[in-house]
């Protein structure tokens, strides 16, 4: 697991309202959230028990999927 250490912005009584990240761990939580939706759309496929398609057709619809959301 990978440890990030943000930097808080806090109102006038103390509470937080925003975190600050180094770009690095960004781009890293970024990588991982994108690979997690491949997890979610593959599980979603294997529970639908649709019948297998070519490799092209699946990411284009994978790619459509990503854009309407």
Do not use: H
């Not at 697991?1 to 109102?11: A, E, G, K």
């Not at 600050?20 to 294997?46: C, G, H, R, S």
């Amino acid at each position: 697991m990978t440890t990030f250490t943000p930097q808080f912005i806090t109102d006038s009584s103390g509470k937080k309202i925003s975190a600050v990240i180094p770009i690095k761990d960004f781009e890293k939580i970024m990588e991982d959230l994108e690979e997690l939706e491949d997890i979610k759309l593959y599980d979603e496929a294997i529970i639908a028990n649709e019948p297998s398609i070519p490799i092209d057709l699946a990411f284009k619809q994978i790619e459509n999927k990503r854009s309407k959301s």
